[in-house]
Nanobody
């Protein structure tokens, strides 16, 4: 059974940085496209970034362009989200997800989800 566990969330001041990690167990990590999504209170879940199976291609939301970077280490079954220049509007629960069909910006195309990690950015 595939299991995803995120870590690295926390409280940070605006302009600061955080690095989220997500470890996949129980499945073939290198066969999955991986994505990060987030959901703020009272808002729908939104796509943040995605990365292809071998890490050669990435896709990002315009809202995080130039500030967030997704990467993966297939030897460690881990995907990362480096978040720089954080803004209060980045406050949300961040979820990683795995897609057997390859990376996508659509949540419905992901097969497995983590439990989420809270990121709070203070002004």
């Amino acid at each position: 059974q595939v299991h995803l566990v995120e870590s690295g969330g926390g409280l940070v001041q605006a302009g600061g940085s955080l690095r989220l990690s997500c470890v996949l167990s129980g499945g073939a990590f290198s066969s999955c496209g991986m994505g990060w999504f987030r959901q703020a209170p009272g808002k729908e879940r939104e796509f943040v970034q995605a990365i292809s199976r071998n890490g050669g291609n990435t896709y990002y939301a315009n809202s995080v362009k130039g500030r967030f970077t997704i990467s993966r280490d297939n030897a460690k079954n881990t995907v990362y989200l480096q978040m720089n220049s954080l803004k209060p509007e980045d406050t949300a629960v961040y979820y990683c997800a795995a897609a057997v069909g390859g990376m996508s910006s659509y949540g419905k195309e992901y097969d497995y989800w983590g439990q989420g990690t809270q990121v709070t950015v203070s002004s």
